[in-house]
């Protein structure tokens, strides 16, 4: 009797500091009908990935990015924190779109509850590291306080909304909470705010309501089942590599970490599961928040015209991104950490200028680092080539053989300069639609 053969589960991450356009490149993997659902295994609404299915657009940040998908399932981790009001508020948008989510979204039980109190203590902090001059440009929504409870041990999960004493709970946790504004009203004068605090928690009691109608379950059991039946997942890295709370540009970073080896952790599935990791970067890099950006544009009216061409404004703040160059030191950093195996390059048909640069290493006090720094304002310069621009000419081609010459060499440089790391270029994005890609390897 032959037995069936088990699913495997997919990553795709981020390569750079996040923004790399990973919602298309998601919803293109689950359009070929390789897998039954897609799952978020970390972050929280401090992500944005933003979807387009012909006229319909959609801008995600809890659910997983496979919502215009309508046959596939969608699976938030244990290593999740979940602003409830966010779910809600996406899940009604979606339904106006005509996409049905509450019977095909399973939300683990373990994951991490956002309390209203908690993006009030994310401002808070931030106020205080301004005062300190160490701001490190949170979303402000709740995202490190939660992940903070968690480590803690005081936060709450799902899963704690459908017992008899979560009411105690959470009462439990807000007077800690308090406590905790307080201080930071007296010590660094932040300004609590009662009446945003009540209508917090009003919007916040109501989606509580919500949440306890949909599917909250054990998602390791239910995945590990799905993949003995040989269905294969996907599973979808918010913010991106460079971001990671280990690894990333500490302590400019998430709260959360962001590399694929976090999936078994946040689903709840064994290693061996595992097969291929996607990496994703842009042609040219950005980065949004605090911190130093080796790879920023010294040109600011060229960095302006890549930020309105690029759309380069959070999808969750709307704050402009700072553009900088092809970093390909981190890049090769990122892949090692990683262990991306296959590589989706995004907005290559965006280039505003004749000249293009592309770093290949740091330098610190005038030493050419060969590993990666600890702190990137340990970074005082880079090394750079330079090669030709392509301007505008590559927009909406989906044919490898249209391609302009500029950009085929640009590719081919890509390639050869990682060609040691066993990495391929599996698309290339010209467009932020799903037809507007190539492939370049195969």
Same mark, same amino acid.
């Not at 995202?143 to 909304?161: E, N, Q």
């Not at 946040?266 to 599961?273: E, M, Q, R």
């Given at each position: 009797m032959n037995k069936q053969k088990e699913g495997f589960v997919d990553v795709l991450v981020g390569l750079q500091w996040g923004d790399e356009g990973k919602g298309k490149n998601i919803d293109e993997l689950l359009s070929h009908g390789v897998y039954s659902g897609v799952a978020r295994f970390q972050?929280?609404?401090?992500?944005?990935?933003?979807?387009k299915q012909g006229s319909k657009t959609f801008i995600g940040h809890i659910i997983p990015s496979g919502c215009l998908q309508k046959d596939i399932e969608l699976y938030i981790g244990n290593e999740v924190v979940v602003d409830t009001v966010s779910l809600i508020?996406?899940?009604?948008?979606?339904?106006?779109?005509?996409?049905?989510?509450?019977?095909?979204?399973?939300?683990?039980?373990?994951?991490?509850?956002?309390?209203?109190?908690?993006?009030?203590?994310?401002q808070a902090d931030e106020h205080k590291r301004s005062k300190l001059g160490?701001?490190?440009?949170?979303?402000?929504?709740?995202?490190?306080?939660?992940?903070?409870?968690?480590?803690?041990?005081?936060?709450?999960?799902?899963?704690?909304?459908?017992?008899?004493?979560?009411?105690?709970?959470?009462?439990n946790l807000t007077e800690f909470h308090l406590n905790l504004l307080e201080m930071y009203r007296n010590k660094y004068g932040f300004e609590i705010n009662l009446e945003k605090i009540k209508e917090a928690k009003e919007k916040w009691d109501n989606s509580i309501k919500e949440i306890k109608k949909l599917n909250i379950c054990d998602l390791p059991f239910l995945i590990?089942?799905?993949?003995?039946?040989?269905?294969?997942i996907l599973a979808e890295g918010a913010q991106a590599v460079m971001l990671d709370i280990d690894f990333g540009d500490y302590p400019n970073v998430t709260s959360s970490n962001t590399l694929?080896?976090?999936?078994?952790?946040?689903?709840?599935?064994?290693?061996?599961?595992i097969r291929n990791v996607y990496g994703v970067i842009k042609a040219y890099t950005t980065k949004v928040g605090g911190g130093n950006f080796p790879a920023r544009m010294e040109d600011v009216v060229l960095e302006k015209l890549f930020q309105d061409a690029?759309?380069?404004?959070?999808?969750?703040?709307?704050?402009?991104?700072?553009?900088?160059? +092809? %970093?390909?030191?981190?890049?090769?950093?990122?892949? =090692?950490?990683? !262990?991306?195996?296959?590589?989706?390059?995004?907005?290559? $048909?965006?280039?505003?200028?004749?000249?293009?640069?592309?770093v290949i290493g740091y330098v610190s006090k005038g030493k050419?680092?060969?590993?990666?720094?600890?702190? +990137? %304002?340990?970074?005082?310069?880079?090394?750079?080539? =330079?090669?030709? !621009?392509?301007?505008?000419?590559?927009?909406?081609?989906? $044919?490898?053989?249209?391609?302009s010459q500029e950009l085929a060499t640009y590719l081919n440089y890509i390639k050869r300069k990682l060609s040691n790391l066993n990495v391929s270029i599996v698309s290339v994005g010209t467009g932020p639609d799903r037809e507007h890609s190539f492939n370049w390897d195969n």
């Open positions: 972050g929280g609404a401090n992500a944005g990935h933003t979807i508020k996406e899940i009604r948008e979606l339904e106006n779109l005509g996409f049905e989510i509450n019977s095909r979204l399973y939300i683990s039980n373990r994951a991490k509850l956002v309390s209203y109190l908690h993006p009030f203590l994310d160490t701001k490190v440009g949170t979303t402000s929504r709740g995202i490190g306080p939660a992940y903070s409870d968690s480590r803690a041990r005081s936060g709450l999960l799902v899963g704690d909304v459908l017992l008899p004493n979560f009411e105690e709970k959470i009462a590990q089942a799905k993949l003995k039946e040989g269905k294969n694929p080896a976090n999936v078994c952790l946040g689903l709840g599935v064994p290693h061996t599961v690029g759309h380069e404004f959070g999808a969750t703040t709307g704050r402009p991104r700072m553009c900088g160059w +092809l %970093d390909l030191f981190a890049l090769r950093y990122a892949i =090692e950490l990683s !262990g991306a195996n296959k590589i989706f390059i995004n907005k290559a $048909d965006i280039c505003l200028s004749d000249k293009i640069k592309v050419v680092l060969e590993t990666f720094p600890l702190y +990137l %304002d340990q970074v005082t310069g880079v090394n750079t080539e =330079e090669m030709p !621009g392509w301007g505008n000419a590559n927009f909406g081609i989906n $044919d490898k053989e249209k391609v």
